[in-house]
């Protein structure tokens, strides 16, 4: 079986852009979160989605947005980009409740 | 506020030896997991913790749970090589709808 999936693997933007990070779960797997992990740092929670709604915000400012779609993955977006915006973004699925396994991560770098 | 401390940070050891890496948590938590990440790569499910006194083992490693103390431990047995990487515990609570609380990490390096 196919593992969780981000896209892309790297990217890079400048200030004030805007960015889009795509998750795909495993498949049966209801849930998606989503993590930030900044260079020598343990990840940090951003959302977590199940069954599409919005189930657990993280503390991270409203330029941070995400949702789910009807098949289960989801998307991460970050407007008005800073420097302290790159890190590794790292997608997580589960089934409800369970054991939340990692995606590969997109690894954002803000000039 | 939840907050999870690792310690130590950092360890350098030796291909053999035996250690213990610990995981301190604030608040009571619903369940406790070890996490494995290897550089420039993510994070890969060890175990997860459901109770007090679980313990659980896979190869060199195990890890233990004491809910009365908040502490989690994770004992790597003749260590080898293989097993340098960072090792994370991360805390689960409120149904998970907070997502996971993560330590900083504990940076393990076997030296041959």
């Known amino acids: 079986d196919a593992g969780v999936t981000q896209s892309p693997t790297h990217l890079i933007k400048t200030r004030g852009q805007h960015v889009t990070l795509r998750c795909s779960p495993i498949?049966?797997?209801?849930?998606v979160s989503w993590y930030q992990q900044v260079l020598g740092q343990g990840p940090q929670f951003i959302f977590q989605y199940y069954e599409k709604e919005e189930r657990g915000r993280g503390n991270f400012p409203d330029r941070f947005s995400a949702r789910q779609f009807p098949n289960y993955s989801s998307e991460l977006n970050v407007n008005a980009l800073l420097l302290g915006d790159s890190a590794l973004y790292l997608c997580?699925?589960?089934?409800?409740?369970?054991?939340?396994?990692f995606g590969p991560g997109t690894r954002l770098t803000v000039l | 506020e939840l907050k999870v401390e690792q310690n130590p940070l950092f360890l350098s050891m030796q291909e053999g030896k035996n250690y213990t890496i610990y995981c301190n948590y604030s608040?009571?938590?619903?369940?406790l997991y070890w996490y494995r990440q290897d550089p420039g790569k993510s994070l890969e499910s060890l175990f997860v913790?459901?109770?007090?006194?679980a313990v659980k083992q896979e190869g060199r490693l195990m890890a233990s749970l004491d809910t009365k103390a908040r502490l989690s431990t994770l004992h790597i047995t003749a260590a080898v090589h293989d097993l340098s990487a960072t090792y994370f515990c991360?805390?689960?609570?409120?149904?998970?709808?907070?997502?996971?609380?993560f330590g900083k990490g504990t940076h393990l390096i076997i030296q041959p």
């Open positions: 498949s049966g797997h209801k849930s």
């Open positions: 997580a699925s589960s089934s409800w409740y369970l054991t939340q396994y």
């Open positions: 913790l459901l109770s007090n006194g």
């Open positions: 608040t009571t938590s619903d369940r």
């Open positions: 991360a805390v689960e609570t409120t149904g998970g709808a907070d997502g996971l609380t």
